[in-house]
């Protein structure tokens, strides 16, 4: 094939797709995209949707569009090597996607009634959705649950197929009672082994109670994360006007001058 659509500035899809077929061609490619397979780039794709959540969080919007290009890449790369592999194309991809979207909003293109509350279209998902994993044999509350997720993410979907079916609390108060059972037992692992355990179940609490509060998780966990970054840097900038750096100060001081990145941040 010529190279003109690899060098088309406005070649598009077809473009990425060209250029990541000649880079996994064995005569002609890239040895290290050659090299990749399935298990060796999925990192790469966590790694790429959490980069665009994180420029979505900073309002980074200059750096969306190569975040989310970055990302789309990531679905050429994975559908390229299923093509090779004779498995399926980035048609069947987009098709398969399509195909999902319209049959999980019948209310937009069948003749359902558009007109519903948000609480009745989730009701209406869920049927669909439980529908489809019928239909894949998947008949456990919890199967379909994929693996791969972040943890913290697979424990809230965990938790919330479960809910489906009343193996729930009532109320935040009973899972406030667990948090302060798990940490008692944390407290008093006896080795490793027990306390990792311990910190687990810990953990898997904690997501159960943001999920009765509403909370996600993992951005309060991302906004903590920032905070705390925020903070540090502070007392980094505070002890670096005094010629100084954080291993030449004790923690009492850090301590102080964290209070005091905190009340400039509360007082606006």
């Known amino acids: 094939m010529s190279d003109d659509l690899i060098h088309d500035p406005k070649g598009g899809m077809p473009r990425l797709l ?9 005569e002609t490619g890239c040895p290290w995209d050659i090299e990749q397979d399935f298990a060796s780039i999925a990192p790469y794709t966590i790694e790429e949707a959490y980069e665009v959540a994180d420029a979505i969080e900073r309002q980074a919007w200059d750096e969306l569009r190569g975040e989310l290009g970055d990302l789309l890449l990531q679905s050429v790369y994975h559908t390229q090597m299923a093509t090779e592999a004779g498995m399926f194309t980035f048609d069947d991809v987009a098709n398969g996607i399509s195909d999902k979207m319209v049959a999980r909003h019948p209310h937009v293109f069948g003749d ?21 994993r019928a239909s894949k ?22 938790q919330k197929r479960a809910a489906r079916v009343g193996f729930d609390w009532p109320s935040t108060d009973e899972v406030i009672d667990k948090i302060v059972e798990e940490a008692r037992e944390l407290r008093e692992a006896t080795d490793p082994d027990h306390a990792a355990e311990e910190f687990g179940d810990l953990l898997f609490v904690m997501a159960n109670l943001a999920r009765h509060m509403d909370i996600d998780p993992e951005s309060a966990l991302r906004a903590a994360n920032a905070k705390f970054t925020r903070r540090f840097r502070a007392i980094e900038s505070a ?3 005094e010629g100084r750096n954080p291993a030449d100060s004790t923690l009492a001081e850090m301590d102080a001058l964290w209070d005091a990145a905190k009340a400039r941040e509360r007082q606006g």
Do not use: C, F, H, N
């Not at 060209?18 to 064995?26: Q, S």
């Not at 359902?112 to 209406?124: G, I, L, N, P, V």
């Open 18 to 26: 060209e250029i990541m077929r000649r880079l996994r061609d064995l």
């Open 137 to 158: 044999a998947e008949r456990g509350v919890l199967d379909g649950v994929a693996l791969g997720l972040p943890a913290l993410l697979r424990a809230v979907k965990l």
């Open 112 to 132: 359902e009634d558009r007109d519903k509350s948000a609480e009745q279209q989730t009701r209406d998902w869920e049927r669909i959705k439980a529908a489809e």
């Open 239 to 241: 002890l670096a006007a």
